[in-house]
């Protein structure tokens, strides 16, 4: 199966077959570099994350397991995901002192917050990263009893929202020129205080469709694939990440209606 990319530069896209879900994922991620808080498209891409990045940290006095970065291949989200990687909540501010709170804003909403409540709170890779996969499911998460329907969208989601760190708002549009923000607050500030600014930086979310093309039987060459109508994707992750943005869609595709043993190309491209 062929899957391809807009001409412009800083695409990359995989698409994922899965029969208990009974769809095939679509996943599209452009990167974008930072330069003095503007954004040009990569032209060198790191591509879609295929597996997580792990490592062991001693929190409160315990050895524990953080992600540093997750894989971005999840089939499907129903929630908004925006991360802000490569500084961490112990890493000191712009003054050199402790972070006590910290706060994301997307188009000057609010998304997410730290609040430091003790060693249980922190997250000595990433000030906003993910939620441990272990906290995302009620009763924890369990592979071999994992179920798409009732559990899917709770596994999905990434962001961290325990422990000292709130998510608000999970369904809100990602699309369009959207501007992340960073600030941050220390215990010696008065709280008449401008917090102090972390990154913030502008990036422009096209919108994308994915085209599929079926082979129904007959010449299997490309002239003969029948054209599906196309599929809208939904932007639904957003990562800030040093000198980086990128931002993932993802749409599905039915297995009932797009086999995967004749799927063929799925074409993306650029809404005019």
Not at 47 to 66: F, N, W
Request: aromatic share 8%; with cysteine.
């Amino acid at each position: 199966m062929d899957l391809t990319l807009p001409d412009s530069p800083g695409w990359s896209g995989m698409h994922l077959v899965n029969k208990d879900w009974g769809s095939i994922a679509v996943i599209v991620k452009r990167e974008w570099v930072i330069e003095g808080g503007s954004t040009t498209p990569a032209d060198t891409v790191a591509g879609i994350v295929v597996a997580d990045v792990v490592s062991m940290h001693d929190i409160d006095g315990e050895d524990t397991l953080v992600i540093e970065r997750e894989a971005e291949t999840a089939l499907f989200k129903t929630r908004k995901d925006v991360l802000y990687l490569s500084s961490s909540t112990e890493t000191p501010d712009a003054q050199g002192k402790q972070i006590i709170t910290a706060s994301l804003f997307v188009n000057d909403t609010e998304r997410r917050r730290f609040t430091r409540g003790g060693a249980t709170s922190t997250d000595p890779v990433n000030l906003f990263g993910y939620e441990p996969r272990t906290t995302r499911i009620a009763g924890g998460y369990d592979a071999e009893t994992f179920d798409f329907p009732t559990e899917g969208a709770a596994l999905f989601w990434s962001a961290r929202r325990s422990d000292g760190f709130s998510v608000f708002g999970t369904d809100w549009d990602l699309s369009g020129s959207i501007t992340l923000r960073v600030e941050s607050r220390n215990a010696d500030m008065d709280p008449a205080d401008d917090p102090l600014a972390l990154p913030e930086v502008t990036v422009d979310l096209p919108d994308i469709t994915a085209t599929p093309f079926i082979w129904e039987g007959g010449s299997n060459t490309p002239a003969h694939w029948c054209k599906r109508p196309a599929l809208a994707l939904v932007a639904d992750t957003l990562t800030l990440d040093g000198d980086r943005v990128s931002a993932i869609w993802r749409g599905a595709l039915p297995l009932a209606s797009h086999p995967a043993a004749d799927l063929r190309r799925i074409d993306i491209k650029e809404a005019a």
